[in-house]
């Protein structure tokens, strides 16, 4: 089948694109989309003459941008098929807007996936769950819900955390980013207006696409989070929903505080919008800080996603869903129609680990602060140019450039053994090309030798002549 693109639509995503030259402008805004996938590869474009009417500008405008598109390796005419949208490379070098991990049989070092192994202990919770699991076989083996054992022990921790929470509040799910499906399911009409932090977590963000939300983006700077704009974005858009990371923010790594958790959460009440709230990297604080309390104690009516990925493994793929009572059957029924429940086994694990969190998640928290270091000597020494704040715990280290060249600097990237995120994979409406996102959950050998080839990607990035599609915001893709 033909994917297509309307000439409306593009005209909505390239939005107010620069005009001089016009041409120009638009076979930039056209890069920047159809390179970091909102414009999907393979894609037929609108006709020239479509496109003409939908922008409002000269034929010639459109003629000369599709070729400017074409000779940039962004496009392709077929004869009597239209223009279809490729990227330099070809499929293969494609982007989905969703982050996909590497299988790891490969000589790249990864660092696209902000993800460590599994710390010590994994293991020995698998042999002692395994001698759990009989208990459990001569039933069906379906827990929608979760497997009480392991609800009892999630709830415990949001006790812990100073937020009352019964067992019958939390749902075990496949991972968090299946607790965002189900929460996107439960919650989000078609045309529902969602507030999103960018960048952000885009894997999260395309679930609640999918289930039909339009997201309104509030942009999150280098340095936090700007609640006066936030304030003034939900007074002006009236959001139904906002999906708030303000645990060690995916990718920009800030802890939102107490103060701020309050404020946001009045500015969501006053507007009956529903916090959508991400604590995937919760357990993360890696300089021994108190936590601020969970968003939940400032706006009840959250609906909390969490994750083991993080603290834990990402393989043991579970995660859950905290939320009010009232909605639980909501819950229920949303997950019933995707699945219908996550594994004993891995459930039976987690029970485990989570008894001994007290001696895993210190050890695994003081391997990740040596990890970040590492990270941080190799980047300042061998790209001084590159600034980044330092996170005070989470997985990765947000850093900007001195010029719009992320994504060419993640192909090149690429070539040159290391894979790395550029900033419009993160960017909830595009741009952000000024930025990369490099995770420290590698081994510090790895992370030392993946600085020194990204740092050789970037000598021959920072070099290389533009192109006639325009340098800044020129995209290619890793
Ligand atoms: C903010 C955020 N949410 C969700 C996920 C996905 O987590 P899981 O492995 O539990 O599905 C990630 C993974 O990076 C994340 O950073």
């Known amino acids: 089948m033909t994917r297509i693109v309307s000439a409306a639509r593009v005209a909505t995503l390239v939005g107010d694109f620069d005009r001089a030259p016009a041409y120009a402008g638009l076979a930039r805004a056209l890069t920047l989309l159809i390179g970091d996938g909102r414009i999907a590869f393979d894609t037929r474009l609108p006709s020239e003459r479509e496109l003409t009417e939908a922008l409002a500008v000269s034929r010639t405008t459109v003629t000369r941008a599709y070729a400017a598109l074409r000779e940039a390796g962004y496009a392709e005419a077929r004869r009597g098929a239209g223009t279809f949208t490729r990227v330099p490379g070809g499929r293969a070098r494609a982007h989905d807007r969703a982050l996909f991990p590497r299988s790891g049989d ?12 599994a710390p010590v202990g994994i293991a020995k919770a698998y042999a002692e769950a395994a001698a759990d699991l009989p208990a459990y076989l001569g039933g069906h083996g379906y827990f929608p819900v979760g497997l009480p054992d392991l609800q009892r022990a999630i ?49 999260a963000t395309d679930a609640l696409r999918h289930a039909g939300a339009r997201l309104i983006p509030v942009p999150v700077d280098p340095e936090a989070w700007d609640l006066d704009a936030v304030a003034a974005t939900i007074r002006q858009t009236a959001p139904r929903l906002a999906y708030l990371i303000p645990d060690f923010q995916n990718p920009t790594g800030h802890l939102m505080s107490d103060a701020q958790r309050e404020e946001y959460a009045g500015c969501l009440r006053r507007a009956h919008a529903t916090p959508i709230v991400d604590e995937s990297h919760q357990a993360l604080a890696l300089e021994g800080q108190e936590m601020p309390r969970p968003f939940a104690s400032y ?47 891995e459930q039976l694990v987690l029970v485990r680990l989570l008894a001994e969190a007290d001696e895993i998640l210190p050890a695994n928290r003081e391997t990740l602060r040596t990890q970040r270091d590492t990270l941080v000597a190799a980047v300042r020494e061998q790209l001084p140019e590159w600034t980044f704040r330092v996170p005070s715990g989470g997985l990765a280290l947000w850093c900007r450039l001195p010029a ?64 006639s599609a325009g340098s800044s915001g020129r995209v290619m893709v890793a």
């Open 299 to 345: 706006a009840p009516d959250t609906i909390t996603i969490g994750s083991a990925s993080k603290a834990f493994w990402g393989g043991l793929r579970l995660g859950w869903i905290r939320a009010p009572r009232s909605q639980m059957e909501r819950l229920t029924k949303a997950r019933v129609s995707l699945e219908l429940g996550a594994p004993v086994m």
């Open 155 to 203: 709830a415990t921790t949001y006790d812990a955390r100073g937020l009352s929470t019964e067992p019958d509040q939390i749902m075990v799910t496949s991972g968090a980013l299946a607790a965002a499906s189900i929460v996107a399911q439960a919650f989000t009409r078609p045309g529902d207006r969602l507030l999103v932090e960018s960048p952000v977590y885009p894997n």
């Open 106 to 117: 490969d000589d790249v070092i990864d660092l696209g996936c902000a993800a460590p192994g």
């Open 404 to 467: 719009p060249l992320g994504s060419a600097l993640a192909a090149e990237a690429e070539r040159q053994g290391v894979a790395i995120v550029p900033g419009p994979m993160f960017a909830a409406e595009g741009g952000l090309d000024s930025f990369v996102r490099i995770p420290w959950g590698r081994r510090p050998d790895e992370l030392a030798e993946g600085v020194r080839r990204i740092a050789a990607a970037w000598a021959v990035v920072r070099e290389r002549p533009t192109s």
